[in-house]
């Protein structure tokens, strides 16, 4: 452990190479593990299982066997086992926030946040359980009683990436156990600590053995783990966020078996700038919801229109505030940006520049990597922004997951709503007006399942989050989240 920072996590058990199985934790089957690496300094932090199908269908076992229990179990015992899990990952903020700091290279106050964010999930379904309400129909057949029950679905596989390590798997077991579900889980073989480090917060918590289990494997062992889910109908419904590609691989593999899906993927975000827009606000909403994270969010803009009445004036005030931006590690407190995920994560940002330059594109700010002392790892990026990018570049077709601002300019709303629109991807837009008519238009036009308007931040644990087209289907967060895992049953019994 090299740095001040990695001295302060007190949960030494945290990083521990062993799975959370069935309430015990266990080594991966073949004894394997992996090294997991911190972006920023590019030493090892811990090791972890490499599990295998032995080990997913080990996990499998648990949580088919707890699911008759777990089902049972009345939702006042169930939403009373969230409360606890959600008081301890509170009590753990600092600790988590550290851990995922070293882990995802998250700078420490959007981790800490990370954390606030991901137990207001646990927290909302824990309420959501108490009120899963099902229906007594009117008595339209005379002589029968007509009832709807909700139900929890079966067994649930969550998938999750590294860019929000905590957030993401909280929020989709957190309504799978509300609903009565029990889960098997595969966190992101980047960062599977904090996954791991909230499964033991929820063994503390009291949640029974089997009813949550933890695996983690290699991107080599990956596909073979999740196939064994796939293949099994004892697992009703998956629950994965990631890229598109994986997503179609996932709907197509399980279809032989009718599993449910609920599929978070890619996002080309636009971000318009109206001439009616106040420029203040709409540079501060770009900061916002570019610039979380790195730019390494899916639903961050990608791509950034202003009309041309406003663009100079926009981006002189847009570099001003990103050259401001402090790039740094975690252990230092003040940094604003940490380092990309990986040294594949730089060569992608290069190559969407290096594209958007061959076409004209000017570089205003940035536009490099950064090195020296502080960027060892050589995985930090100069955030960046470019000017006069033409249609064509990578920009327009890939996410860029990093700290770079594409502006491209335009003449009439019509036009940048077909521009914004013009992807297959359809998760997030952005856009920033004062005229309230514009605002109806513009909303109402976007294809896309989230649409953030004079901000850059729109998530929220009571708010349904999912995309549209190649961007997935399914929803997390709201009362919409919980019902993803249930099933719905029509009872009609006479009455004669």
């Not at 066997?65 to 089902?71: E, H, I, L, T, Y």
């Not at 999740?226 to 179609?248: C, Q, Y």
């Not at 899906?261 to 109206?274: K, T």
């Amino acid at each position: 452990m090299s740095s001040s920072i990695e001295l302060c996590v007190s949960q030494s058990s945290w990083l521990s190479p062993l799975n959370y199985i069935d309430g015990n934790w266990l080594p991966a089957a073949s004894a394997d593990y992996i090294e997991v690496f911190n972006p920023a300094t590019g030493a090892v932090v811990a090791v972890v299982p490499d599990s295998s199908d032995d080990d997913s269908l080990l996990a499998l076992d648990a949580a088919y066997a707890a699911f008759q229990d777990w089902r049972k179990t009345d939702v006042r015992t169930r939403s009373n086992l969230l409360r606890e899990w959600h008081r301890l990952i509170v009590e753990n903020t600092e600790d988590l926030a550290m851990l995922m700091s070293l882990e995802q290279g998250k700078p420490l106050a959007e981790a800490r946040g990370e954390v606030a964010y991901g137990a207001s999930y646990v927290l909302w379904y824990a309420e959501e359980a108490l009120r899963l309400n099902g229906t007594i129909l009117p008595n339209l057949l005379g002589d029968r009683q007509q009832q709807v029950r909700i139900e929890p679905v079966g067994v649930v596989a969550c998938i999750t990436p590294w860019n929000f390590p905590l957030a993401i798997i909280a929020r989709k077991i957190a309504p799978a156990l509300a609903a009565g579900c029990t889960v098997v889980a595969k966190p992101s073989e980047e960062t599977p600590l904090t996954a791991l480090a909230l499964a033991d917060l929820a063994h503390r918590a009291g949640i029974p053995k089997g009813v949550l289990n933890m695996v983690v494997a290699s991107r080599e062992n990956t596909p073979v783990l999740v196939k064994a889910w796939l293949d099994d109908p004892r697992v009703r419904k998956i629950s994965f966020t990631g890229s598109t590609a994986v997503g179609k691989y996932l709907a197509k593999e399980s279809a032989q078996t009718l599993k449910r899906l609920s599929l978070e993927l890619g996002g080309n975000a636009p971000f318009i700038v109206f001439d009616s827009a106040q420029i203040d606000v709409a540079v501060s909403a770009l900061l916002q919801g570019k610039f979380r994270n790195g730019g390494q969010t899916c639903i961050c803009p990608n791509r950034v229109f202003v009309q041309e009445s406003v663009y100079e004036a926009f981006c002189s005030a847009l570099v001003a505030k990103v050259e401001s931006l402090k790039c740094g590690p975690a252990t230092q407190l003040d940094a604003e940006i940490g380092p990309m995920i990986n040294a594949k994560a730089i060569q992608k940002i290069d190559s969407h520049i290096d594209s958007a330059k061959t076409g004209g594109a000017r570089v205003l700010c940035g536009g490099f990597p950064l090195s020296g002392a502080d960027f060892e790892s050589g995985h930090f990026y100069c955030p960046t922004v470019l000017v006069d990018v033409p249609k064509g570049t990578l920009f327009c077709h890939e996410e860029t997951f990093g700290p770079v601002v594409p502006v491209f300019k335009f003449k009439h709303e019509e036009d940048v709503v077909a521009e914004a629109n013009s992807t297959p991807y359809g998760l997030a837009a952005y856009f920033c007006s004062e005229d309230y008519r514009q605002i109806e238009r513009v909303a109402a036009s976007l294809d896309v399942g989230v649409v953030g308007i004079n901000t850059g931040i729109v998530a929220s644990e009571a708010a349904p989050f999912g995309g549209v087209k190649e961007s997935g289907y399914g929803r997390e967060g709201s009362k919409q989240g919980l019902l993803d895992y249930c099933d719905t049953k029509y009872l009609c019994q006479s009455m004669t």
